[in-house]
């Protein structure tokens, strides 16, 4: 399959800002609509933000205005600035295709913390 290996988490306090970064394996990249998930203890994993091939966004309402995705086709990456964090962001964080998702990576623990 697919890989996706992310990368960028960290501790950050509440109101800061990390960038998260997520590399792709795949030659056809180009064509995947892609989103950025998180999951928390004892929760489900979520997705957070998507992009379609295009570049148009998708969010969702909890990060709205305080996340942005992004996309490099020709690096094949994916980037989640996260601005403005909240201790209920704190999650390990994973990149995927949204359609016929691939293997789950290790994905990048980011933690908001005073």
């Known amino acids: 399959q697919v890989q996706f290996v992310e990368s960028g988490g960290g501790l950050v306090q509440p109101g800061g800002s990390l960038r998260l970064s997520c590399t792709a394996s795949?030659?056809?990249?180009?064509?995947?609509?892609m989103g950025w998930y998180r999951q928390s203890p004892g929760k489900q994993r979520d997705v957070v933000a998507r992009?379609?091939?295009?570049?148009?966004?998708d969010y969702a309402d909890s990060v709205k205005g305080r996340f942005t995705i992004s996309r490099d086709n020709v690096k094949k990456t994916v980037s989640l600035q996260m601005n403005s964090l909240k201790p209920e962001d704190t999650a390990v964080y994973y990149c995927?295709?949204?359609?016929?998702?691939?293997?789950w990576g290790q994905g990048t623990q980011v933690t908001v913390s005073s």
């Open positions: 995927n295709k949204v359609v016929s998702p691939s293997t």
């Open positions: 795949s030659s056809i990249f180009s064509l995947y609509v």
């Open positions: 992009i379609s091939r295009d570049g148009s966004t």
